[in-house]
Nanobody, 115 residues
């Protein structure tokens, strides 16, 4: 079992930055990939960024060039540096870990971009 805890959300003005953190506890050596997803009110949860065991990162087109995902080795923490934030980035952000056979989710952290 893996337990994930996110932190770092909050209220920020457009153009500002936030850094989200996600700590993993438990069988962290089972984790193959980690990622960040988000869900805005009335919308489906969507992929923001993922990072694999080789360190290869993938990003949603909407955040490319603005967000950077990074992970520690072993995978006991994953971070999301968010720059040039826009109101449309407002959502609950969730951390996800995948072991190949199981998916693990954190409880989510709210990010609100507003002036």
């Amino acid at each position: 079992q893996v337990h994930l805890e996110e932190s770092g959300g909050g209220l920020v003005q457009p153009g500002g930055s936030l850094r989200l953190s996600c700590r993993a506890f438990g069988l962290i050596f089972d984790i193959l990939t980690m990622g960040w997803y988000r869900q805005a009110p009335g919308k489906q949860r969507e992929l923001v960024a993922t990072i694999g065991s080789a360190g290869t990162a993938d990003y949603a087109d909407s955040v490319k060039g603005r967000f950077v995902i990074s992970v520690t080795s072993p995978k006991d923490a994953v971070f999301l540096q968010m720059n040039d934030l826009k109101p449309e980035d407002t959502a609950v952000y969730y951390c996800k870990g995948n072991s190949g056979s199981d998916n693990y989710w954190g409880q989510g952290t709210q990010v609100t971009v507003s002036s």
